[in-house]
């Protein structure tokens, strides 16, 4: 078959895999088409390639089966495309501790794979995340407001930030999620106080601005988005817990209608609705949301990072 060139990005520059290391391939139904182009690059240099398939993942963060996890462990290299996330698995983070090298690309698609966030330079990224990091860390309050409407404010405090950098993975126990290109901190619970206008995306692209009030933390009021709301319901208040903030760093990066590559638009950032546990925080829940805002002013300790999408940092 045809092997798509984000495919050979990911096995030959990201993961720098070697003839003879070991690898898998984890993939569900969903994304086999994906994966099989992986397992094909694998193969391609010489790599003792593994290709395992499990049912779709009802959920984010759902443990794969307990062989599977096992085998993880197991291994020099590992590449994870689902339609869930299992970035935050117990299952990956054991296999990190144990050495392997580590990709997720959860949602990820063929033309995903060749376009956008994939052709990206990975090292222009790190440095740019790190320097933007270097000027947020220890912060405690954050600000994020657009000319159509949105007026965020949260706390920070004692929060760590954490980067999506480099795409990068060389050595062991390094893990990744790709395409890379985003820094993000889960708020303090009940902090976040204002309004939101995601103009992005919100599970889907949006063809109208979805208007969230957001009181004590918790997203309030939902005026739009019918199926977001279907699927926040599916939680209680825990899904409508303020989770995240992130903000895009990778300039190949474009908003279709996928978490995995809107959130690392460059000039956007992200909130995150329901679960923060994968991340530092205290609330665990079955859903995790993204809504995507575009152009925005970015102030962290009334320090301007980012002004109506452009990178001030």
Not at 234 to 246: S, T
């Amino acid at each position: 078959m045809a092997i798509s060139d984000g495919a050979k990005v990911t096995i030959e520059t990201c993961l720098n895999v070697k003839k003879g290391e070991s690898v898998l391939i984890l993939t569900d139904d969903s994304k086999e088409a994906v994966a099989q182009h992986l397992y094909q690059a694998a193969l391609n240099v010489g790599a003792y390639t593994i290709f395992a398939k499990i049912p779709d993942l009802e959920n984010d963060g759902q443990e794969p089966p307990a062989p599977v996890a096992r085998l993880m462990k197991e291994m020099d290299v590992i590449v994870i495309t689902t339609e869930k996330t299992m970035s935050h698995t117990m299952a990956r983070r054991r296999a990190t501790r144990a050495g392997a090298r580590i990709a997720t690309m959860p949602g990820i698609t063929v033309q995903m794979m060749d376009e956008g966030g994939m052709t990206a330079d990975f090292k222009e990224i790190r440095r740019s995340i790190f320097r933007v990091a270097r000027k947020v860390r220890k912060s405690r309050t954050l600000r994020v407001v657009t000319d159509i409407g949105t007026d965020l404010k949260m706390d920070i405090t004692g929060r760590s930030w954490i980067t999506d950098d480099s795409g990068i993975c060389h050595r062991k126990g390094d893990f990744t999620n790709l395409p890379a290109g985003e820094l993000f901190i889960s708020p303090t619970e009940g902090s976040a106080e204002g309004i939101l206008m995601v103009d992005g995306s919100f599970i889907s692209t949006v063809q109208e601005p979805v208007k969230v009030s957001v009181k004590g933390g918790i997203a309030d009021k939902i005026t739009g988005a019918h199926e977001v709301v279907k699927e926040l319901n599916k939680g209680g208040r825990e899904a409508r817990n303020i989770a995240k903030f992130g903000m895009g760093l990778n300039p190949k990066a474009r908003v279709v209608g996928r978490v995995l590559e809107d959130s690392k638009v460059l000039g956007t950032v992200n909130i995150g609705f329901g679960d923060n546990s994968m991340f530092g925080g205290q609330v665990k829940s079955p859903i995790h949301l993204l809504g995507i805002i575009q152009r925005p002013t970015v102030t962290v300790d009334n320090v301007l990072i980012m002004k109506e999408g452009e990178l001030k940092a």
